[in-house]
């Protein structure tokens, strides 16, 4: 079946840096890509994304970037800070009628944020 | 605000037992899902509902059954407990088939 998967397990920043995480994926028909932090000992949580038409989508301190031509997707986070440490994962939706909501997970990047 | 709630945290069961994870929701969320996460991967789907009385098999739904008999409840039942079930079980519920899920907190599940 269809995969997510990141080109970076670890990603280490100083606080106030710019961190970039790294996504490819496989499934070209998905219809949205997500992006999830997940702190330690707790559920993921809802960061941003992006429909598939879209190249490029800004949040707070947070922008996600899709290039089909290569089926890569990016979250930045500006200013990182300590609190932004956790493990990020990108996710796709599956497209279609019936999809559901249901998230294809990649493995996920761990971001360490050093004071 | 309570969210999605979920019950136990952890739990230790030998192979061969049965148990029943917990999953409450007080969102009015018609669509609850059971995920699972092995250490180090993403979260692969278990089963899905998208209303009461209504599930389907996700990803990985071997040695899992569930049942939504009301919007609020979704458990996850592991019938006859296998090592390979070691994860953490995470519940999760959305308002409808969007791009935002809101999880549980996790179970934390130890087979031996």
Known sequence: ?115 | NAGVTQTPKFRILKIGQSMTLQCTQDMNHNYMYWYRQDPGMGLKLIYYSVGAGITDKGEVPNGYNVSRSTTEDFPLRLELAAPSQTSVYFCASSPGGGNTIYFGEGSWLTVV
């Open chain 1, 1 to 115: 079946g269809e995969s997510v998967g990141l080109h970076l397990p670890t990603l280490s920043v100083q606080e106030g840096d710019n961190s970039i995480i790294n996504c490819a994926y496989s499934n070209s028909a998905s219809d949205y890509f997500i992006w999830y932090k997940q702190e330690s000992g707790k559920g993921p949580q809802f960061i941003i994304d992006i429909r598939s038409n879209m190249d490029k989508r800004q949040g707070q301190r947070v922008t996600v970037l899709l290039n089909k031509t290569v089926k890569h997707l990016s979250l930045q986070i500006a200013a990182t800070q300590p609190g932004d440490s956790a493990v990020y994962f990108c996710a796709e939706k599956d497209a279609g009628g019936t999809s559901y909501g249901k998230l294809t997970f990649g493995q996920g990047t761990i971001l360490t944020v050093h004071p």
